[in-house]
C-alpha cells in the first residue's frame, strides 16, 4: 500500500471486479481439504463451470418464487422478494434467476433483482403499513455496493398492492412459507401405562 495514494472505495471495487478471480485461483492449491469447510474453498476457488441455468421459478424455504416476466403475465404474484440486512429491511422484485455450477461439485442459487431505494422509494403510512415506490430504484451494478444480486436462500416472499389514492405506491404484504409447519419444540408425552 502506498501511503501517498491510499487506496479507495473505488480502487478495491475495481480490484474485485478484475482480478479477484484470478488471484483466488492462484491460491488453490494452498488450501487445506482436511475439513469441509477447506473442501468447500477449495470448490469455490476452483471457479465455476462456464456454463450455467437461467430459471424462471425457484422454490426454496417453502416460498415459490418467478422472475417479473413470467409474474406479467399470470394473475398471481410470485416476484416480490424481502431482505433483510444490517439492520434494514429492502425490498424488490425478482429479475432473473441463475444456477451457478462449480463442476457438479457445488451449486450456488443466486437472484438477481431490482431493488427499491431505502432512502427514497420506501416509507410508513398512517397505519404503520411499508409502501414502495418502484420508479425509486438501487443497485444500478456499476460498483461492488451496488451489486443487485442476492441467494436464493437469503429471501422472503412478499407481495405488492397498489395504493388507490397514491399512485405509483405499492403496500408490502408480507407472506408465510407454504408447507413448512412450526410443531412447536417439545415432544408429546407418551403414555406407557398400558405395559
Keep these: 500500500m502506498n501511503t501517498h495514494n491510499p487506496i479507495t472505495e473505488s480502487d478495491e471495487s475495481d480490484w474485485i471486479i478484475s482480478e479477484f478471480g484470478e488471484w483466488l485461483r492462484s491460491q488453490v492449491h494452498s488450501i487445506d ?26 422454490m426454496i424455504n417453502g416460498y415459490k418464487f418467478q422472475i417479473m416476466d413470467r409474474d406479467s403475465r399470470l394473475t398471481t404474484q ?14 424488490g422484485k425478482l429479475k432473473d434467476i441463475y444456477e451457478l455450477d462449480y463442476y457438479g461439485n457445488y451449486k450456488a442459487i443466486l437472484f438477481h433483482c431490482v431493488w427499491v431505494d431505502i432512502q427514497r422509494g420506501v416509507k410508513s403510512d398512517q397505519n404503520v403499513f411499508i409502501c414502495v415506490n418502484f420508479s425509486k430504484l438501487m443497485h444500478s451494478g456499476r460498483n461492488l455496493q451496488d451489486d443487485p444480486f442476492i441467494f436464493s436462500s437469503q429471501t422472503k416472499q412478499v407481495f405488492y398492492i397498489e395504493d388507490e389514492i397514491r399512485k405509483g405506491w405499492f403496500h408490502v404484504v408480507k407472506t408465510k ?14 403414555n406407557n401405562d398400558n405395559e
Design 78 to 91: 410470485n416476484s416480490g422478494i424481502m431482505v433483510e440486512a444490517d439492520g434494514e429491511a429492502y425490498y
Design 33 to 58: 481439504e482436511s475439513t469441509e469447510d477447506g473442501k468447500l474453498r477449495k470448490i469455490l476457488a476452483g471457479g465455476l463451470n462456464c456454463y450455467g441455468k437461467k430459471m424462471k421459478g425457484f
Design 177 to 190: 412459507p407454504r408447507d413448512l409447519f412450526d410443531l412447536g419444540d417439545e415432544l408429546p408425552e407418551v
